[in-house]
């Protein structure tokens, strides 16, 4: 009964940012670490960032180091992913993901995520 909820995306400019809302509901649910991906038309998903939770560890791929940053929210199982500097590469649609399997450290393949919200388009323009 977990469920998993995108929104935040939209159209930018390039150098233009976005912010991403990720909220994972579930009576029992508590989320030990959240991710981002992010599939383009053609192409395999691959990992954006993640957080651990309980830790505060952020992972991010090497494309978007320095660029991305993502925070956790105040409400429970909720997290942000802010876009700052988008490259038109970057248009994909961007999916968040989570596990309550007790992690300490972001895992950077879909398989160590066990929940995945509906995805949100981010389109980027030059």
């Known amino acids: 009964q977990v469920q998993v909820v995108e929104s935040g995306g939209g159209l930018a400019q390039a150098g233009g940012s976005l912010r991403l809302s990720c909220a994972a509901s579930?009576?029992?649910?508590?989320?030990?670490?959240m991710g981002w991906f992010r599939q383009a038309p053609g192409k395999e998903r691959e990992f954006v960032g993640g957080?651990?939770?309980?830790?505060?560890?952020?992972l991010f791929a090497d494309s978007v180091k320095g660029r991305f940053t993502i925070s956790r929210g105040n409400a429970k199982n909720t997290v942000y992913l802010q876009m700052n500097s988008l490259k038109p590469e970057d248009t994909a649609v961007y999916y968040c993901?989570?596990?309550?399997?007790?992690?300490?450290?972001?895992?950077?393949?879909?398989?160590?995520?066990?929940?995945w919200g509906q995805g949100t388009q981010v389109t980027v323009s030059s």
């Open positions: 993901a989570t596990t309550d399997r007790r992690y300490t450290i972001v895992d950077v393949t879909t398989a160590g995520y066990d929940y």
């Open positions: 579930g009576r029992t649910f508590s989320a030990y670490v």
């Open positions: 957080i651990s939770w309980s830790g505060g560890n952020t």
